[in-house]
């Protein structure tokens, strides 16, 4: 009977002590900002939470996405799956670009990969 009872207390434990896996993608956020003749930031927040910086030094490899453009500058951020919100703000070229400012949301896979562009000249908001 004890050994019985060891055994399922053992199994409980383990069933319940064994979280879930989180399911997680990556985000890759892309500026034209190169283009620029000045130094350039881009502040990025997901969620309400600075999550890094795109500069013109930032480098990112993925097998899973890639910027639109081949002069695009990239940042590659992992993410949770789920629904998420984005801001981005441009911190040293303000009087240059036309947008220095995006927002919006956007939603990851499991193993998949989001790709927004952050475009100075016109401002994309993704649904």
């Known amino acids: 009977m004890n050994r019985t009872l060891s055994i399922l207390v053992l199994a409980s434990t383990l069933i319940i002590g064994c979280d879930k896996e989180t399911e997680m993608g990556e985000v890759l956020f892309c500026t034209n900002s190169g283009i620029l003749n000045c130094p350039f930031s881009i502040e990025i927040s997901i969620d309400n939470n ?3 910086t ?3 030094a930032s480098e990112y490899t993925s097998m ?10 990239g940042i590659l951020i992992d993410a949770e799956a789920g629904e998420h919100t ?3 703000k441009e911190l040293d070229c303000i ?3 036309r ?3 995006w927002s919006g949301n956007f939603e990851i896979t499991a193993n ?4 927004i562009n952050l ?8 649904p």
């Open 95 to 97: 009087g240059v670009n």
């Open 64 to 73: 899973k996405c890639a910027c639109p453009e081949l002069d695009n500058i």
């Open 112 to 115: 998949s990969c989001q790709v």
């Open 50 to 52: 600075i999550s890094d």
């Open 119 to 126: 475009n100075i000249s016109e401002m994309i908001v993704w």
């Open 54 to 56: 795109l500069t013109a």
């Open 99 to 101: 947008v220095n400012e």
């Open 86 to 88: 984005f801001y981005a």
